[in-house]
């Protein structure tokens, strides 16, 4: 591929490393906005190579991570106010080329500094702009008892930011494994319960009567429909359930509406982030943010398809590309 080329109020950014999301798996099946022939990659960082005539905020050598989210500003939802919703959306890695490749163009307006911080951790600040969404759309009330299923790299980073906003006490239901033991090993919630394949109802039942009256807030985030179907049942009366895992188009789940009704209970889901880095960098910038190990493994875009296989099998915390 050439260079690519930029306009009066782009960037080029040579890409030093780009985190591997389980999106990425849906992007290689041709799914969600995936159009081909594409670069995937939305998770960049990288050092500025050029800048167009306009650019001000960033210089050639800065080293910037990249927001792959650019808004149309003009479709129904922009113009309410409601850009990560937009009907026109550019996604670096997505729908126009992205960061699995030595050099990406993005706006200006789309790239932040990272200064000193490692690439190897600059890519999780996309995913941990995510959880800062998440966290926006939750709305967490102090004192709340929280429960996460999931502890992939984005539920860790998730994790972090609930017992940050409000959160007295968080549970994380996983399965066994690599990201599990990370999670305790990072000590990032209160307990842990390791859901097995072989016994899951034994260990989801041991947990309801653990909590007999639910928790505040209950978060999906395997992307497993059986989990997500299970999770309302441990959601305390008046309490909310965030569907925040990313599942199947085709995939259809029942719940009781009358559970939902009588108990009062919010269903709210989060989609991903637009605009939320900068407030992911303060939390990195006071120390409070555990980045360092997350990524476990890298790989060479020669690899791609090795690397693919051990995000699907899940034998890896959280696999990145690497040029440097």
């Known amino acids: 591929m050439s260079v690519p080329e930029i306009g009066d109020d782009d960037v080029l950014v040579r890409i030093s490393a780009c985190g591997v999301c389980g999106t990425d798996l849906h992007y290689h099946k041709g799914e969600f906005l995936a159009k081909w022939p594409l670069v995937p990659g939305h998770?960049?960082?990288?050092?500025?190579?050029?800048?167009?005539?306009?650019?001000?905020?960033?210089?050639?050598?800065d080293r910037v991570v990249?927001?792959?989210?650019?808004?149309?500003?003009?479709?129904?939802?922009?113009?309410?106010?409601?850009?990560?919703?937009?009907?026109?959306?550019?996604?670096?890695?997505?729908?126009?080329?992205?960061?699995?490749?030595?050099?990406?163009?993005?706006?200006?307006?789309?790239?932040?500094?990272?200064?000193?911080?490692?690439?190897?951790?600059?890519?999780?600040?996309?995913?941990a702009a995510c959880a800062a969404h998440g966290i926006e759309r939750m709305q967490i009330e102090a004192g709340s008892r929280v429960l996460l299923f999931g502890c992939g790299p984005t539920g860790i980073?998730?994790?972090?930011?609930?017992?940050?906003?409000?959160?007295a006490h968080l549970t994380i239901a996983s399965k066994g494994g690599p990201k599990l033991h990370l999670a305790r090993?990072?000590?990032?919630?209160?307990?842990?319960?390791?859901?097995?394949?072989?016994?899951?109802?034994?260990?989801?039942?041991?947990?309801?009567?653990?909590?007999?009256?639910?928790?505040?807030?209950?978060?999906?985030?395997?992307?497993?429909?059986w989990v997500l179907e299970s999770s309302l049942e441990f959601v305390r009366k008046g309490g909310k359930l965030v569907v925040y895992g990313v599942y199947d188009?085709?995939?259809?789940?029942?719940?009781?509406?009358?559970?939902?009704?009588?108990?009062?209970?919010?269903?709210?889901?989060?989609?991903?982030?637009?605009?939320?880095?900068?407030?992911?960098?303060?939390?990195?910038?006071?120390?409070?943010?555990?980045?360092?190990?997350?990524?476990?493994?890298?790989?060479?875009?020669?690899?791609?398809?090795?690397c693919l296989e051990v995000v699907r099998q899940g034998t890896v915390v959280k696999a990145a590309i690497v040029f440097d």
Request: hydrophobic content about 40%; proline content about 6%.
């Open 185 to 225: 090993k990072l000590g990032i919630a209160d307990e842990y319960l390791t859901i097995s394949d072989d016994a899951p109802d034994e260990q989801m039942s041991t947990l309801a009567s653990l909590n007999p009256h639910g928790f505040d807030i209950v978060v999906e985030a395997t992307g497993s429909p």
């Open 66 to 127: 990249a927001d792959p989210m650019q808004p149309c500003l003009t479709c129904f939802h922009c113009v309410r106010r409601k850009t990560l919703l937009c009907e026109n959306m550019t996604a670096f890695g997505g729908n126009v080329p992205g960061g699995f490749a030595e050099y990406c163009r993005y706006p200006a307006r789309s790239v932040h500094s990272i200064e000193d911080l490692p690439s190897l951790q600059a890519v999780l600040l996309e995913p």
């Open 157 to 167: 980073l998730l994790a972090q930011l609930v017992k940050m906003n409000g959160a």
């Open 43 to 61: 998770e960049a960082a990288g050092t500025i190579a050029a800048i167009g005539a306009n650019v001000k905020n960033v210089a050639i050598g």
């Open 249 to 306: 188009e085709s995939v259809k789940i029942s719940w009781s509406p009358f559970r939902i009704w009588e108990h009062e209970i919010t269903v709210l889901a989060s989609f991903c982030s637009m605009g939320h880095i900068p407030h992911v960098l303060e939390y990195v910038k006071a120390g409070r943010l555990k980045l360092d190990g997350i990524v476990d493994m890298t790989f060479r875009v020669e690899e791609w398809e090795e």
